[in-house]
């Protein structure tokens, strides 16, 4: 993509309004505008994330074995009134009345609607387990919308519904789905610790949190050294993550801790994302249920499992930055490189910019060609905003000479290279 | 993908409530399901089409130098009162409070928003043109939604916005809008009719609708019979369709039309798609400017462009099916191969469709595996009514010589061959 033919409008300052890294850089690198309170418009560059992100979770799910689907935004009130969700839910449920007064709702979650499409479409043990799952946009009416979109009211989620014959059946799917999320969350170039949790107003007895460690983390989780050694090592394994002790605020009694005070650490966490086993809490109020070989009524056992798309971003963020811009893990990075062409008009700036981009293109690269007339300090500084793993600057002193000077955003080292090498190395 | 691990809840009898083939054949083929009225649920191989066609007209828009953002689904009214069309749009407008008191509504259509991004986010004629777009869930309270997705009340829908500095620039971006029109529907595999349209609500001195013809569509359109010409001889190109005279109803006026009554044809249309020259209807009401090279404010000239996404897949099967089932088109068809394994268990036809699957896999050939237990007359019904361009069916006595029946399914032939022969073939 050229930037001339691009739209991305950067902002020099930064805004009054936003508290956190993560809400400050998606507005000055113009990945997102406020619409209203928690709800926000995606410009091109965040909605280029979004979409890198939604397919290496959709990739993720379906290797797994589920199925797509896709409920709509807005839900009738009578399958919540029917779970006994909709009194419960309070205020944080939009509710409207369209043009005949009948109640409709912008759904914030789907375990009503999606256990309708169960029990109105299987009928059979023989059809389990399955597991559905989509990715749509959400509503909550957060009372106070805060950290730009970590804490919005419109948001992008990925919700799954596993559905079983059997407790032990579930929980193989519960399995299943965890071994899935450590499998994403590191397709996403991004630790994350999985805590143990209060399952709230979802219900069921049992279910973790997905945290990336942040500074700027909502929320304390509590956890084993072993767990931070094993990052260390880059020997982190679902072994580790799945008998660790990691637990959420909520979950951790000081008083009864396995792990010993000198092994156990306190960090800020955001969550990402989170599972829960339900049981028969939903299945049992909708009446949701298949026959078993002996023609018996068995209600189906439940389990849900979420990721928020649109907060995954600001968490990447959280933990991925500097004080000069974002630092894209490589894995999401909307451009791989930023192509800085510092001189316009120079002959051999443009005849070796022109080349690196058409090879990036052919190779399938992502690249971000900086071709506008901007000042060469605007465009560097531009480029560290953005935060593409790596830069490629073409100037014309070392142009005349075929080489370019290629920077690595994460820890900005830069050498003079050749242009071959410099294509290698960001195609590698 | 195999059918055991699919979810694809099939129908075996009309249902009662849907009038038009396509929703009929959507519902039979598990494709979506009904929520409450005019708002839907998609199955996965709704899903799939959907993917497949947004995926197709993304590719169409990006190629013509349009870049993608996305919109908020909620609005706040401030921008629909400061354009007037708060009060003007009526009662199709979906509205509702939140928490807080405040007004929102579900977006109709989005030339109050992605003005209010314009106006905020670029400030000089440097910057133009420029051609907004986004895909997104849009929400209209129709007062009697029917056809299934073709007139239904929650809809996805691709939207288009364009910016120029001038009327001459500004026809020229609905110009090339009108071309990459007519290269995405032919992506698509649809023959379609650019005619003369009223532009109605949205404003502007210039529209023209895109149909695909179908007895059952809901307006009838004239125009010349060299179009119908065209498209028998293939050769339908950009000029023609320009050029041709072609009028919604509307637009057509019996006693002025330059085309003799012998070359006038009359047909039933499905509008999939409309592309409007608006001026300074919204740029004007909204302050929507950039300055000059003199350094003047200029209102911006606009262009808007719709193509209904999700309705487009009713208008393809309207076009494309039998009393059998669908066909679709080997542009957007979810499959491209339904492998009907006739007896599950025989030896001969399991090696065979696991080779023949194997090899459709790894040549990235979507296929659908039917490895079911059904009977051998309920898989081929399903393998018509899903339509998948190609069936390969596997039944005991030609496997056992090594052979398939390969089946074409838009008409109907069949003929025995070697596997080789059916994968070549499909994967033409």
Redesign the interface.
């Known amino acids: 993509m050229r930037l001339s033919?691009?739209?991305l409008?950067i902002l020099k300052e930064n805004p009054n309004d936003a508290s956190v890294a993560s809400h400050r850089l998606m507005l000055r690198a113009?990945m997102i505008?406020q619409?209203?309170?928690g709800?926000?418009?995606?410009?091109?560059m965040?909605?280029?994330i979004?979409q890198k992100i939604s397919n290496i979770v959709r990739d993720g799910l379906n290797k797994a074995?589920c199925?797509?689907?896709?409920?709509?935004?807005?839900?009738?009130d009578d399958l919540w009134v029917e779970s006994g969700r909709f009194d419960a839910y309070g205020?944080?449920l939009?509710?409207?009345?369209?043009?005949h007064d009948?109640n409709?709702l912008?759904s914030p979650t789907n375990e009503e609607?999606v256990t309708?499409?169960f029990r109105?479409?299987?009928n059979s043990y023989k059809e389990l387990p399955?597991t559905?799952y989509?990715m749509q946009?959400k509503?909550r009416?957060e009372?106070r919308p805060r950290f730009g979109v970590m804490r919005g009211?419109?948001f992008l989620m990925k919700d799954a519904y596993s559905f079983d014959i059997d407790k032990e059946s579930a929980i193989k799917s519960y399995d299943k789905m965890f071994e899935t999320y450590f499998n994403i969350f590191k397709s996403l170039g991004l630790n994350t610790i999985a805590v143990r949790a209060d399952s709230g107003q979802i219900g069921g007895d049992l279910s973790q949190e997905f945290h990336v460690i942040a500074d700027t983390g909502e929320s304390t989780i509590y956890y084993d050294i072993a767990y931070d050694e094993a990052i260390k090592n880059s020997s982190l394994d679902l072994a580790t993550m799945r008998n660790i002790y990691a637990a959420a605020d909520e979950m951790h009694d000081p008083d009864n801790c396995p792990v010993p005070a000198e092994r156990l650490v306190a960090k800020r966490g955001i969550e990402v994302g989170q599972v829960f086993y339900l049981g028969d809490k939903y299945s049992k109020a909708l009446n949701a249920y298949v026959t078993n070989q002996n023609g018996e009524k068995i209600y189906a056992q439940m389990g849900c499992y979420g990721i928020g798309i649109s907060r995954l971003i600001g968490a990447i963020i959280e933990a991925n930055h500097d004080e000069k811009g974002i630092i894209w893990p490589v894995e999401v990075a909307p451009f791989i490189v930023s192509l800085v062409n510092l001189k316009v008009g120079d002959g051999s700036c443009d005849d070796i910019c022109e080349k690196i981009y058409l090879q990036l293109n052919n190779a399938k690269v992502d690249v971000l060609y900086d071709d506008t007339t901007n000042s060469v300090g605007s465009k560097l500084a531009t480029a560290d905003l953005i935060g593409s793993p790596w830069q490629i600057i073409v100037g014309p002193k070392s142009a005349a000479n075929n080489m370019v000077e290629l920077k690595f955003r994460r820890t900005g080292e830069k050498e003079i290279v050749s242009i071959e090498s410099a294509l290698s190395k960001v195609c590698a």
Not at 67 to 76: D, T
Not at 94 to 99: A, E
Request: aromatic share 12%; with cysteine; proline share 5%.
């Open positions: 033919n691009y739209f409008p113009g505008r619409l209203t309170s709800i926000y418009n995606w410009l091109p965040g909605v280029n979004l074995g199925v797509e689907i896709l409920m709509s935004c807005l839900q009738p205020k944080e939009l509710t409207m009345k369209d043009r009948r409709l912008f609607v309708d499409i109105k479409n299987i399955v559905m989509q946009w509503f009416d009372i009211r419109e």
